[in-house]
């Protein structure tokens, strides 16, 4: 998508900021017994109170409203029966339709007692998004976004999960420019353009560089002992750099 009116912004905006509370509050709500479904239903009651619906859901009929993935499992879990414990490491992706614009967020979350390992990787993948961020404008290259959350990964010691991206987003859930890399591809030759709708979301792991899919079909997973965190945000670029949605 690309923002050309102040009625598209404000659009975005307005379901950018229900995806991030959204977000925000099923963290909080967190806690250790309860299944991945309940959580999934809390998120979808929030979604549902202010009249948005799950992006997953409508692209791609996917079998809940948020993705929840705990532990090896980095991305686009399915809820479901799994208990979260304390010490889980546990990814949430909220993305949703509003009014005809689709925004997407996501965090992971560490369920006390914290573990230092779990933290240190959070840290850095939180650090490798918004250094992104800030990398971006309007006619810069697509792969600084990769370049520059490669060069966070390496100085922490972390490696990135490469067959999960950052994407177009805006009206529908994956857009133009199609698949953002996370690592540096100096053969893209795409820019960024001005107004242009985009996913930041780096997936920095404790030694992984590819997730397996399991045979539910959806979830993404690394080797057992092996971690991942993700945080993103959607974003519109602009000549003077990045305009967080999220």
């Known amino acids: 998508?690309?923002?050309d009116s102040e009625e598209d912004l404000e659009g975005l905006k307005k379901c950018g900021r229900v995806v991030s509370s959204t977000l925000a509050a099923m963290g909080a709500y967190m806690e250790p017994g309860m299944t991945t479904a309940e959580l999934d239903a809390y998120g979808?009651?929030?979604l549902d109170r202010e009249g948005a619906r799950s992006a997953p859901q409508l692209t791609y009929d996917f079998p809940g409203t948020t993705c929840i993935s705990v532990n090896e499992v980095c991305a686009h879990g399915i809820p479901g029966a799994r208990v979260i414990e304390a010490g889980d490491l546990v990814n949430i992706d909220v993305s949703a339709e509003l009014d005809g614009f689709v925004t997407d967020t996501g965090g992971s979350f560490i369920?006390?007692?914290v573990k230092p390992a779990h933290a240190a990787l959070c840290k850095a993948t939180r650090i490798a998004r918004d250094k992104a961020i800030r990398a971006v404008k309007?006619?810069?290259?697509?792969?600084?976004?990769?370049?520059?959350?490669?060069q966070v990964?390496?100085?922490?010691?972390?490696?990135?999960i490469e067959n999960l991206a950052s994407h177009g987003v805006g009206r529908s859930l994956h857009e133009e420019p199609g698949s953002i890399p996370g690592y540096y591809d100096p053969t893209d030759k795409r820019r960024l353009w001005d107004g242009a709708v985009i996913t930041i979301e780096p997936f920095l792991s404790t030694g992984a560089t590819w997730a397996e899919e399991l045979e539910d079909g959806w979830s993404l997973t690394?080797?057992?002992?092996?971690?991942?965190a993700q945080y993103e945000h959607t974003l519109v670029v602009t000549k003077r750099?990045?305009?967080i949605i999220t």
């Open 153 to 160: 990964a390496a100085k922490a010691g972390y490696t990135i």
């Open 111 to 113: 369920v006390p007692p």
């Open 222 to 228: 690394t080797p057992p002992g092996i971690f991942a």
């Open 241 to 243: 750099g990045a305009i």
């Open 44 to 46: 979808r009651t929030l």
């Open 138 to 150: 309007a006619g810069s290259k697509l792969n600084v976004i990769g370049r520059t959350i490669e």
């Open 1 to 3: 998508m690309t923002v």
